[in-house]
């Protein structure tokens, strides 16, 4: 390929990347398509929420739900708790609020336009906490996720999900994403934090880690 040809791949990349981090207008519209049709997708979600091993009484909240599809997993099992959502993205909280409509009527689950940099008061403690390939976009995740510990009750638990979507990513990717997030919830004081694998191309990895008052 010419110098030209790199440049323009390299920058069209760089924009489908942009796009998925914040979904806006007609591409973040098709971004969000591709996000909910994707197989790996639907898989991936599934699998986190399913290792989340929430309640029917739980107070969830998911941090960058994209198109909704972990949302519509937790509704399900949270027939007498809520589940909250926050993304920074109004494309995703359209396309998620569709997705979700009859769980939001029926007052299960509440979703919000706001950026985890400035998060929405949620009132009592919450049990679980999860976010699915977002915190790579995040600007200080430590920080953030000091604050999102505040939130949850003692013995709450988060779930960090990572499927490597640069071009060649493969499982080392997902090994090194898995140890960046193992770090991370360390940092932010997290403990009990244990990794688990999905084995997709590339695989998937979330680690879930638990929130114990000294
Ligand atoms: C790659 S998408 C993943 C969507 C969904 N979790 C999934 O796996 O299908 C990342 C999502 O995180 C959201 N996001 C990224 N940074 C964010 C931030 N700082 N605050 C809130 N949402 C954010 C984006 O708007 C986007 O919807």
């Known amino acids: 390929m010419t110098t030209t040809g790199t440049g323009l791949k390299r920058r069209a990349i760089g924009g ?107 009132g009592e403690p919450l049990d679980a906490i999860l976010a699915v390939n977002s915190v790579g976009f995040w600007a200080d995740p430590v920080a953030r996720l000091h604050e999102l510990r505040r939130l949850l009750r003692p013995g709450g638990r988060i779930a960090l999900a990572s499927q490597p979507r640069c071009p060649g990513a493969t499982r080392d990717t997902t090994a090194r994403a898995a140890l960046e997030l193992h770090d991370l919830l360390t940092r932010a004081g997290f403990t009990r934090t244990r990794v688990e694998t999905l084995g997709l191309d590339p695989p998937v990895a979330c680690v879930l880690a638990t929130y114990e008052p000294d």
């Open 16 to 122: 489908l990347v942009r796009q998925f981090g914040h979904p806006r207008g007609v591409a973040g519209r098709m971004a969000g398509w591709v996000m909910a049709h994707r197989r790996s997708n639907r898989e991936r979600n599934g699998w986190v929420v399913s290792l989340l091993d929430v309640r029917p009484a739980d107070r969830v909240l998911e941090i960058g739900f994209g198109p909704g599809l972990a949302i519509a997993g937790l509704a399900d099992r949270v027939t007498r708790g809520r589940v909250y959502g926050i993304d920074r993205s109004a494309v995703m909280v359209r396309q998620a609020s569709r997705r979700n409509r009859a769980a939001i009527r029926a007052g299960r689950v509440e979703l919000i336009q706001s950026t985890v940099d400035d998060l929405p008061r949620f």
